[in-house]
């Protein structure tokens, strides 16, 4: 059988990072202990030789990819790690060992996988480094109501856009994180990228699949929003405490209303929707 390295992306606080740590990874069922050095930074690779022997019984490298949490996501980051703590100390009470001693843990196994652009290339954030997506197999399609409570109690939209400099973070990291925070809360989610006929970077959202009223977009950056895409068209958005019909039409007419509230400036006319789940 070829060769065949795998590649995973790890994220660590900066004090995780200054003084090193350990991390589980999980692959395959099989559970692998990871020590991360200290003094790493974003970028940096730890090197697992020949663990693919262990998870997938073949020989091969395992990669981590290092990335180092921003400041202003640890307090979030903190509050999700807590509650999967306790759920998996649930579960862990009532775990079955088989005659091998092993055993099935209650975390599910996120699935990553990087976001592309039609050419091939990876979708980067601010700080260059390629946008991945970790999939819950467990997640589920929301509610709207379900959706619209997450999208209030999720904090993404409070931190700031700086499309610039050591500390850039961009409307990509921000579908990112929306994703990632949806998809560890049990709710399926998609990354968007969209395009405009005027050029330029293009955007990225977030898209559900509610089983009550289908398919809804959500815009996160500084501000929680509403979106109305149809191809040909202008972009537009609403904030959601504002938000009630999901017709293109009916908010076009009620953002050109004098006064109208929660409107945001259309940012273009739409070419094309890339959705990402």
């Not at 974003?42 to 490298?61: C, N, P, R």
Request: aromatic share 10%.
């Amino acid at each position: 059988m070829a060769i065949t390295d795998i590649t995973y992306k790890l994220t660590v606080s900066p004090s995780e990072a200054a003084d090193g740590t350990k991390k589980v990874l999980r692959r395959k069922g099989k559970r692998l202990e990871v020590t991360i050095p200290a003094g790493v930074r974003t970028g940096t690779l730890v090197k697992l030789s020949g663990a693919l022997q262990i998870t997938d019984d073949h020989y091969g490298d395992i990669f981590i990819q290092i990335k180092v949490k921003s400041q202003h996501r640890i307090i979030f980051a903190t509050a999700i790690l807590a509650c999967l703590f306790v759920i998996a100390a649930i579960y862990l009470a009532v775990i079955s060992y088989s005659t091998d001693n092993s055993y099935t843990s209650s975390e599910p196994e996120f699935v990553s996988r990087y976001v592309y652009e039609e050419d091939g290339a990876k979708n980067v954030g601010g700080d260059g480094e390629p946008i991945v997506l970790l999939n819950n197999p467990n997640s589920t399609n929301p509610t709207f109501e379900q959706l619209l409570s997450f999208i209030r109690r999720d904090t993404t939209d409070s931190n700031r856009y700086i499309e610039i400099g050591s500390g850039a973070y961009v409307c990509s990291d921000f579908a990112e994180d929306v994703h990632n925070n949806a998809e560890a809360a049990g709710i399926r989610a998609a990354w968007v990228g969209i395009d405009f006929y005027s050029g330029g970077a293009g955007h990225a959202i977030n898209a559900f699949e509610t089983t009550d009223r289908g398919l809804v977009y959500i815009d996160c950056v500084e501000g929680d929003a509403l979106v109305y895409i149809e191809i040909g068209e202008e972009y537009i958005a609403i904030d959601i405490t504002y938000a009630e019909s999901l017709s293109y039409t009916s908010y076009v007419t009620y953002c050109s209303q004098p006064n109208s509230c929660g409107c945001y400036e259309p940012m273009g006319v739409v070419s094309d929707v890339y959705i990402h789940w």
